[in-house]
């Protein structure tokens, strides 16, 4: 009897030490996963630029990957914490406010009664708030409150998500110069779990990576980061806490200019802006505004496309998950996932037939 028991008692140990020594080393690794995988993702977003600059220079691995990596941290690593630095700034000054109930907000301009279809209503409620604070507030006290929490919680991981951000560029131009070795592995992987199929779905999962960061979020943080550095300029109020609507608004495919047009309208109804300013800022805001239906085809020409609400579902719920770095993540891994369950359903459909 117990001859017989003994091999699935083994098993049984043998299994359970496999998966506590799983569950130890996920986590000890879980830190670093999510700065893994996003530069794991950056690196498939500027491999193309990689390949072509080691064409055309005939520079090594390394010294391509090392320009690249130094390249984006200029170019996105300085407006990313000039604008974080507005957004903790604003956010920890508006908490101070709401705390101590001196909250002052300025009456609107004479001619915002005149905008077109908000003009009236809008301006009846910026002059109560503008009067009575307290009592406005006072209406939508729970929603403001849950509103101040989420941007407070934003501010306060900011650093360390600038940190997680440079870290992941970092890592990604480690992948560069790896690239061949890490696609030959994950075709491993995927043959072991899908078969013969493992190539096919690589190639799958490369270009759907590679048409989300470059056609959807390369494009929104662009956007960002040019609108972002307007608003500061121009000392547009909450500018740090408006370009991270602008973020969210563009990764799930909403025209920023809905945010862009109404802060020119404020420009040009603030006395203290003078006229050319104010026309530069909107000349500006267009620009930034149109430039989504300028790269877009571009990008996207040879990508793979996604209902907008499987990237919304996938930003939203990364960003809830896992804070800034979980609003891009989310939205490749959502994007990827609807591809492979595509895919899936078609070979189905093509099994039965």
Known sequence: MTKN??????????????????LWCF??????????????IIAIGVYPIY????????????????????????ILITPTILISGALIENTQSLSELIKKDELNIPPPPKNVAEWPLIGEKLDT????????????????????????????????????NILIFIFSIIIAGVFLTSAKGAKETFITILNRVAGERGSELTELSLAT?????????GIALIQTLLAGVGFVIMGI??????????????IVQIDILLVLIPLSIYVFSDPNTGTGAAVAFLV???????????????????GVNAPMAIVFIGA??????????????????????YTFFMVWLQSEKTAST
Do not use: H
């Not at 220079?57 to 200029?74: D, K, N, Q, Y």
């Not at 085809?297 to 040879?302: G, N, Q, S, V």
């Not at 719920?317 to 800034?324: K, V």
């Open 27 to 40: 986590k000890v690794a879980q830190p670093f996963i999510g700065p893994i995988i996003w530069a794991g």
């Open 284 to 302: 500006w805001n267009i620009g930034v505004g149109l430039l989504n239906n300028v790269l877009k085809p571009i990008l996207l020409a040879k």
């Open 237 to 250: 109020p909450a500018a740090g806490v408006l370009a991270v609507i602008c973020l969210v608004m563009a």
């Open 316 to 337: 939203i719920g990364g960003m809830i998950l896992s804070g800034i770095i979980g609003l891009f993540v989310g939205a490749v891994f959502m994007v990827l996932g």
């Open 125 to 160: 409620v910026w002059t109560n708030a503008s009067q009575d604070p307290k009592a406005v507030f006072g209406q939508y006290r729970s929603e403001v409150k849950d509103l101040t929490k989420w941007f407070i919680s934003i501010a306060a991981s900011m650093s360390l």
């Open 51 to 74: 390949l072509w600059l080691i064409n055309k220079t005939g520079l090594r691995a390394g010294w391509a990957a090392t320009i690249i990596t130094l390249s984006m941290l200029i």
């Open 209 to 217: 990576v590679n048409s989300v960061v470059t056609g959807i979020l």
């Open 5 to 22: 028991n003994s091999p699935a008692i083994e098993s049984a140990i043998q299994i359970a030490l496999i998966a506590l020594l799983s």
